[in-house]
């Protein structure tokens, strides 16, 4: 496994760098154009002093690509890095089917207390938290929100941020001069507690001239790419552990989904199709891990869709189990079975629910002679529905996707 961390200064990377080392044994990864920065951490955290050797192990690369190599060859080492700072950057290691991105994010005043204490604890001036507000804004975004700058500019000029030959106006600098008295602060974290008890996890990042890290693309793109994410707003670094073990990250199942996992994933698909107000529900009917049918509900072939006033019941936000009996609205299951039919359905099939199918849909289900369900979300009616199940001999089983992040709102 090869794990990408991404986040905003001060949000805790490097710890949680660390602490991957400590905990699973991950093999920490640099590039040499920051190496001299990153090696100047004096004051590391109290854990990682006693880090064993294995455990402080770490290996230097020229490009990004030569990183990639090294941990292609070696594929079955766990590997750690802080160096993805692009877009580009993410695509090249998204390629390999072993990599996996890692957003770590904390509050803004967690964050300015950190870089508080740390340019304290290495004898620099400290930010103001104006300072620091205005140079987190100019690294996440690439732009300047100064209260000056916001003045000095027209609504109109400030507006687009891509020029007309789509490269960003504020790509081009790689480091943020600080304003007055922030002349040589870099970018540091205490190990202790700040003031009004603010949690201080120490975040080791290279040295510079700011102490906002600054990226080749804006890091909250980099966040929006995640797979999965961490809120680090901790007081201590055993609470970090703790979070950072129930993110369960050397699952095989976040590289490589299972077959639940994955034909899950395509049932969450199926239901952005949907068009009914009420609800987005997806199916996916299976045979021999092979995909039969799916389905999304909506109103059926030729009659207005939901989401254009063609139920009325759904459109009058009914509350849900509720006159059922005027609702036009086609289930997902209902579309997926009537796709396949009953005689490529037969027997060992299975048919995969974001949600649990409503009582109605489970009688349909056991009548075209599905052995098993698995649903994510549970519905109002789950207990009518897992007897008839039970009573017909049909598996009932919900599943927990790792990381799943696409949408399973209900409107």
Sequence with gaps: ?????????????????NLLATMYHFTRLHLRSSSNSS??????????????????ARIEFDTIEAM???????????????EVNSVEGIAILR????????????????????????????????PTLEEFVEQTDASLYNASTSHHAIVSSTSLSLAPSILLNGTSQFQQ???????????NKNNSHSTSGSRNSTPSIPDQEPTAISP?????????????????SILNHYASLSCLRTAIE???????????????????????????????????????????????????????????????????????ATPCGK??????????????????????????STIYCNTCPCLGCAIKIVQVGVSEVVYSESYGMDDLTAEVFRNAGVILRQHATPGIKLDQSNP
């Design 68 to 82: 990639l190599d090294h941990v292609t060859l070696n594929w079955m080492d766990h590997f750690v890095t802080c």
């Design 246 to 316: 129930g993110l369960d990250i050397t699952n095989p199942d976040l590289l490589r989904p299972s077959w639940d996992s994955y034909f899950m994933y395509l049932a969450n698909l199926a239901a952005r199709r949907s068009n009914c107000m009420k609800r987005r529900v997806g199916c996916v009917l299976v045979r021999e891990k092979r995909v039969i049918a799916t389905g999304y509900n909506g109103t059926p072939k030729n009659l207005t869709n939901c989401n254009e006033g063609g139920c009325s019941r759904c459109n009058q």
């Design 173 to 183: 600098p790689t480091t943020i001069a600080p304003t007055s008295s922030s002349n």
């Design 95 to 126: 390629k390999r089917p072993f990599f996996l991105l890692l957003s770590v994010e904390s509050p803004m005043m967690t964050r300015f207390h950190r870089s508080v204490a740390r340019c304290k604890r290495q004898g620099l001036d400290a």
């Design 39 to 56: 090696g100047l951490h004096s004051d590391r955290s109290e854990e990682q002093q006693h880090l064993t050797q294995q455990e402080q």
């Design 1 to 17: 496994m090869f794990v990408g961390i991404v986040g905003p200064s001060c949000s805790g990377k490097h710890e949680v760098m």
């Design 323 to 348: 006159g059922l009996d005027r609702c036009l609205c086609m289930h997902a299951e209902e579309n997926a079975l009537l796709e396949a039919g009953r005689e490529r359905v037969g027997k060992e």
């Design 212 to 228: 906002v890290q600054v990226f080749n693309s804006p890091p909250y793109k980099l966040l929006s790419m995640s797979d999965l």
